[in-house]
T-cell receptor, first 112, second 115 residues
């Protein structure tokens, strides 16, 4: 099975940078996803990593180290609308199926 | 293209009753997964359906069941409801093309309250 840990809460100031860490232990690894979920809304896809390294998408970047079972999501130039829960999810290593195991989520609060 | 839709959006039931939730995936998507989200446990995987077959199952009791129809629409059923079943139930669909980078798209969820 999967064990996925991420901090419960983080607070940052508008315009700043925040890094959300995610560690995982898994019996098989087939990719790591980050999702954003605003209160009362559905999770929306942010990024995907399957190889080691950094993936950049505008203000958001995600990093993966498979040997360390570690990923982080970097949010730059924070805006008030970035206040949300950020979910780390690991896809298990089984062919052709789609099972994602999620961490409990990190609630990010952006303050003016 | 329309997104994933779920009905109903809100539901109130009492203990012992049963409930059926519905999910319509994005057109062309063949895989539908169900998740339960609670403040304490986060998002937990219930099951995944592909081509009308359950392909994967999470660690939930047999009271939780589902099915998928030939048009890829899916339903999940919870029998003998318990207070602890109060949660947001999310449905997610994907193409199931075999591309491991493929993402899931979530519906707005059904919020179930068991009294």
């Amino acid at each position: 099975g999967q064990n996925i840990d991420q901090p419960t809460e983080m607070t940052a100031t508008e315009g700043a940078i925040v890094q959300i860490n995610c560690t995982y232990q898994t019996s098989g690894f087939n990719g790591l996803f980050w999702y954003q979920q605003h209160a009362g809304e559905a999770p929306t896809f942010l990024s995907y990593n399957v190889l080691d390294g950094l993936e950049e998408k505008g203000r958001f970047s995600s990093f993966l180290s498979r040997s360390k079972g570690y990923s982080y999501l970097l949010l730059k130039e924070l805006q008030m609308k970035d206040s949300a829960s950020y979910l780390c999810a690991v896809r298990s290593l089984r062919s052709n199926d789609y099972k994602l195991s999620f961490g409990a989520g990190t609630t990010v609060t952006v303050r003016a | 293209k329309a997104g994933v839709t779920q009905t109903p959006r809100y539901l109130i039931k009492t203990r012992g009753q049963q409930v059926t939730l519905s999910c319509s995936p994005i057109s062309g998507h063949r895989s539908v997964s169900w998740y339960q989200q609670t403040p304490g446990q986060g998002l937990q995987f219930l099951f995944e359906y592909f081509s009308e077959t359950q392909r994967n199952k999470g660690n939930f009791p047999g009271r939780f069941s589902g099915r998928q129809f030939s048009n890829s629409r899916s339903e999940m059923n919870v029998s003998t409801l318990e207070l602890g079943d109060s949660a947001l139930y999310l449905c997610a669909s994907s193409l199931a093309s075999g591309n491991r980078k493929e993402t899931q798209y979530f519906g707005p969820g059904t919020r179930l309250l068991v009294l």
